[in-house]
């Protein structure tokens, strides 16, 4: 199907449908917004999209990358339609039915970009994968850590190191992040990541704010930052390599 | 907890070294920086320290970094352009200086954050508001907030009020109900919720300018650190009250009802 964008109409149909999902669990998203010429339009250039399912936010936001990487599309990350459109699009696996039918939607800036909000512009489910693997396209596979999820469930990491916009645009911190955390052979992350103790991404985080008062942690190579690391990362950091 | 550990002898790069202006033109968005760093001593240091301005909006979402090349050679890149941010309202900078070799490399000797530039049409005399306003989308039906979410206080404006939001803050009747209301919230927020009184070496601390915008409403400096929450509440009170009636917003409201009950 032609990829279109939703309106500010549709934006605001659709915002206002995810507010009805939290009080009315078992609603059904409102397609007829995709197509609908009051509430949507064509998106220029012209580009083809599939409904297809994606593994985890590394196939998506690949998926996604390589149809917006056509001639005379500039800063799609900033058309809050275009991403509306596209989660509307998605919606079953950004918010998957539970067992009993029902939907738990969570905050609005996941379906919808926050224009203005800067601070949420990651949460986004779609948009804030394609924005890490666009940051990391020469080598996306070493921002893992924070694509591996499934995309209804960023999980922990994401929340932790999308804080801050030059940890998530810096290849050697992702590296980093990814080497502690993402089992490659079982393309999952590694067992006992998820939690808050020592050695957690949270405490990997925390770790790199103070370390940025001294540092300039841009200035520094994944292996000089491994290194620097404390002891209680020993337990993530001598894993073998994958 | 206080803000700022420098275990390193890190310096602090004072604001006057470091001038940033934002333009905006057909080309687009960018930047110019001014940097004086003969005076910090860089000079012995082998190899020589690089400079790097980063600029920013947001904790999370934006962020670019240009390399100026080494403290010796100080020089913008060809490329200052910042057209991913936008609109230029928001942006903040920070300049750092950092060892580029040997055992403290990436160490930081030198920086300067949160440093606001001047935006685009804006005088070199001009003063810089105490607080900022943007428009906002994530407010919901509130019609204003004061974000602290950012390393300086940002006033939220919904950006769907009737007439937008220039408007909105232009009317008398809006100002004299919201700047007491952010006064004294900004205040709160500073001498009450965080205990953070500024860097008093850092004279664009925005804690250090609004205690001293509240200080200099005749009242005098705040209590100490430890006074009890009254104390401080209290003086929080005077310094809006002070502030209220310099401002003269009981006569503005006075005068917009005079002006209506006139046939």
């Known amino acids: ?242 | 907890m206080p803000r700022r550990f420098n275990y390193t002898g890190r310096q602090r790069i004072r604001r006057e070294d470091a001038a940033i202006r934002l333009q905006q033109d057909s080309a687009g968005l960018r930047f110019d920086a001014d940097l004086r760093l003969a005076s910090y001593g860089f000079d012995p240091i082998e190899p020589k320290p690089k400079v790097y301005v980063e600029a920013y909006r947001g904790a999370a979402a934006q962020w670019k970094r240009f390399d100026f090349g080494f403290v010796d050679t100080c020089r913008a890149p060809t490329d200052c352009a910042l057209n991913e941010f936008g609109a230029p309202e928001g942006i903040l900078f920070r300049v750092k200086v950092t060892e580029s070799g040997g055992d403290a490399e990436g160490r930081l000797l030198a920086a300067a954050d949160a440093i606001r530039p001047r935006l685009p049409n804006e005088q070199d005399d001009h003063v810089q508001p105490l607080i900022q306003h943007v428009p906002a989308d994530d407010i919901g039906d509130e019609l204003w907030r004061v974000d602290f979410s950012d390393e300086l206080p940002l006033l939220k404006i919904n950006s769907r009020v009737p007439g937008g939001v220039q408007q909105f803050l232009l009317d008398p009747t809006h100002r004299a109900s919201i700047t007491p209301a952010v006064m004294r919230i900004v205040l709160t927020r500073l001498l009450l919720i965080d205990r953070d009184r500024g860097d008093d070496e850092d004279d664009q601390d925005w804690r250090v300018l609004w205690l001293r915008f509240a200080s200099g409403l005749c009242l005098g400096a705040p209590p100490e650190a430890d006074a009890g929450e009254d104390e401080l509440g209290d003086w929080i009170n005077r310094a809006v009250e002070a502030f209220a009636a310099k401002a003269g917003l009981l006569r503005v409201l006075e005068t917009i009802a005079a002006n209506e009950e006139t046939p």
């Not at chain 1, 940890?167 to 993402?182: G, K």
Request: glycine fraction near 6%.
């Open chain 1, 1 to 242: 199907m032609k990829l279109r964008r939703l309106t500010d109409a549709g934006v605001a149909d659709f915002s206002a449908w995810v507010g009805r999902l939290n009080e009315t669990p078992k609603l059904d998203p409102p397609l007829r917004l995709l197509a609908d010429d009051a509430t949507s339009e064509p998106f220029r250039p012209e580009v083809e999209v599939e409904q297809q399912s994606f593994a985890n936010r590394y196939e998506a936001a690949r998926y996604l990358a390589q149809k917006l990487a056509v001639p005379g599309v500039l800063n799609p990350e900033s058309d809050v339609g275009l991403w509306t459109w596209l989660t509307l699009l998605y919606f079953d696996q950004l918010c998957p039915k539970r067992a009993d039918g029902t939907r738990k939607p969570g905050e609005l800036a996941r379906y919808v970009v926050a224009a203005g909000s800067f601070q949420r512009i990651y949460r986004h489910l779609l948009l804030g994968p394609f924005l890490i693997y666009r940051a990391h396209e020469s080598d996306p596979l070493a921002a893992m850590a924070v694509l591996q999820s499934p995309l209804h469930q960023p999980g922990e990491i994401v929340e932790q190191l999308a804080s801050r916009q030059e940890f998530i645009a810096n290849s050697d911190i992702m590296r980093c992040a990814t080497l502690l955390y993402f089992d490659a052979v079982r393309g999952a992350l590694r067992r006992g990541s998820g939690g808050k103790g020592p050695g957690s991404p949270r405490r990997f985080a925390s770790t790199l704010n103070q370390y940025d008062l001294t540092y300039d942690l841009a200035a520094l190579d994944q292996q000089a930052l491994m290194d620097m690391l404390p002891s209680e990362f020993d337990r993530f950091r001598s894993q073998p390599p994958v």
